[in-house]
């Protein structure tokens, strides 16, 4: 990136940050609260992200560690009459949602389990990476992505043998 200030990487990499946060959470609202706490947290520590390898990583890194923590807290969420700023567009997520059998199979897997496979075939982590970034051993890591994968090539079977 030619211009290290924050904001021009949020200018640049929103887009891509806001379709990884979707895939994470499932839910477009969840997304936008996930990319703007990973964001706000990064912002501050911006002096020194900058200077990293991948600040983009570590916008990431910081959204898998905020997911991790709400799976293990109670959710408390308060509601408000009007959302306080429109919602990011982005034309290829738009599209991948309108698949609703892609959609459906992805919605249908536990929360952590689309987080392992997000972090295993999106971000190419390896198992020991994603022990560590959702706090589990990497047998839970194995374990999750192969039933995952079960569940999802499960669901294409199902959904092959209806349309086909």
Same mark, same amino acid.
């Not at 979707?22 to 501050?44: F, I, K, S, Y």
């Not at 700023?85 to 949602?97: K, Q, S, V």
């Given at each position: 990136?030619?211009?290290?200030?924050?904001?021009?990487?949020? #200018?640049? $990499?929103?887009?891509?940050?806001? +379709?990884?946060?979707? *895939?994470?959470?499932?839910?477009?609202?969840? &997304? =936008? !609260? %996930?990319?703007?706490?990973?964001?706000?947290?990064?912002?501050?520590?911006?002096?020194?992200?900058?200077?990293?390898?991948?600040?983009?990583?570590?916008?990431?890194?910081?959204?898998?560690?905020?997911? #991790?923590? $709400?799976?293990?807290?109670?959710? +408390?969420?308060?509601? *408000?009459?009007?959302?306080?700023?429109?919602? &990011? =567009? !982005? %034309?290829?997520?738009?599209?991948?949602?309108?698949?609703?059998?892609?959609?459906?199979?992805?919605?249908?897997?536990?929360?952590?389990?689309?987080?392992?496979?997000?972090?295993?075939?999106v971000e190419e982590r390896s198992d020991e990476e994603i022990a560590r970034l959702l706090?589990?051993?990497?047998?839970?890591?194995?374990?999750? &992505?192969?039933?995952g994968l079960a569940r999802l090539r499960e669901a294409a079977d199902r959904a092959e043998?209806?349309?086909?």
């Amino acid at each position: 990136m030619d211009d290290p200030t924050f904001e021009n990487f949020v #200018a640049q $990499r929103l887009p891509a940050l806001f +379709r990884y946060a979707m *895939v994470l959470t499932q839910n477009r609202h969840d &997304a =936008e !609260d %996930l990319v703007q706490e990973a964001l706000t947290r990064t912002g501050l520590r911006w002096a020194a992200v900058r200077r990293k390898d991948s600040p983009e990583g570590y916008v990431r890194t910081a959204m898998i560690r905020i997911m #991790a923590n $709400r799976w293990r807290r109670p959710r +408390r969420e308060v509601s *408000v009459a009007a959302p306080p700023e429109p919602a &990011a =567009e !982005d %034309l290829g997520l738009e599209r991948l949602l309108d698949d609703a059998g892609v959609r459906s199979r992805v919605a249908e897997l536990p929360p952590r389990t689309r987080a392992v496979l997000v972090l295993r075939y999106v971000e190419e982590r390896s198992d020991e990476e994603i022990a560590r970034l959702l706090g589990c051993s990497r047998g839970s890591v194995k374990s999750k &992505a192969s039933r995952g994968l079960a569940r999802l090539r499960e669901a294409a079977d199902r959904a092959e043998v209806d349309h086909g």
